[in-house]
């Protein structure tokens, strides 16, 4: 029993040196299936990656989230929120104003576009046209009405400043 005990504790100063591993290189590490090496990561409270197909872990005390609630290390992406979907999700209804796919792109440090049309329908998030490009906003009436007069009313700003040209 100790020396599961140790394996385990070597195991984890490892992984948290490391800050992200795969399932696999962990399973290699413990000589153990995949199936109860997933247990542990369970046990531990760890976060899989919300890019990259989920397929990188890390432990809850490696990440230094930011304001958003993410953390990259090297192009693997985590976050607070867990998966992408429910990533995504948050990062829209905490906005003041919306979000665009550019700026969810921006934010994520992934191309947005493509898991965006999916995601746009159902009740958690809906979306308007402004300016020509699709925001987000979240499903809830209340909030997404307030951040819709905060985008249209940004956007107004924006349209009616002059242009560079004119202000040279």
């Given at each position: 029993?100790?020396?599961?005990?140790?394996?385990?504790?070597?195991?984890?100063?490892?992984?948290?040196?490391?800050?992200?591993?795969?399932?696999?290189?962990?399973?290699?590490?413990?000589?153990?299936?995949?199936?109860?090496?997933?247990?542990w990561l369970?046990?531990?409270?760890?976060?899989?990656?919300?890019?990259?197909?989920?397929?990188?872990?890390?432990?809850?005390?490696?990440?230094?989230?930011?304001?958003?609630?993410?953390?990259?290390?090297?192009?693997?992406?985590?976050?607070?929120?867990?998966?992408?979907?429910?990533?995504?999700?948050?990062?829209?209804?905490?906005?003041?104003?919306?979000?665009?796919?550019?700026?969810?792109?921006?934010?994520?440090?992934?191309?947005?576009?493509?898991?965006?049309?999916r995601l746009?329908?159902?009740?958690?998030?809906?979306?308007?046209?402004?300016?020509?490009?699709?925001?987000?906003?979240?499903?809830?009436?209340?909030?997404?009405?307030?951040?819709?007069?905060?985008?249209?009313?940004?956007?107004?700003?924006?349209?009616?400043?002059?242009?560079?040209?004119?202000?040279?």
């Amino acid at each position: 029993m100790e020396a599961a005990r140790t394996t385990v504790s070597r195991i984890r100063e490892r992984f948290r040196a490391a800050k992200v591993m795969t399932l696999l290189e962990l399973s290699e590490l413990l000589e153990r299936s995949a199936r109860t090496v997933h247990r542990w990561l369970e046990h531990w409270g760890a976060i899989s990656s919300y890019n990259c197909n989920g397929r990188y872990y890390t432990l809850p005390e490696v990440p230094s989230f930011d304001e958003h609630g993410l953390w990259q290390w090297h192009e693997v992406g985590f976050s607070r929120y867990g998966n992408l979907t429910e990533t995504v999700r948050a990062l829209v209804k905490e906005s003041d104003a919306g979000l665009t796919v550019a700026e969810l792109g921006m934010l994520l440090g992934m191309d947005a576009q493509r898991f965006m049309t999916r995601l746009g329908a159902g009740p958690e998030l809906s979306r308007f046209k402004c300016e020509g490009v699709f925001v987000y906003i979240s499903g809830e009436p209340r909030r997404g009405r307030q951040q819709r007069a905060a985008r249209e009313s940004k956007e107004a700003v924006r349209t009616s400043l002059p242009s560079d040209a004119q202000s040279v």
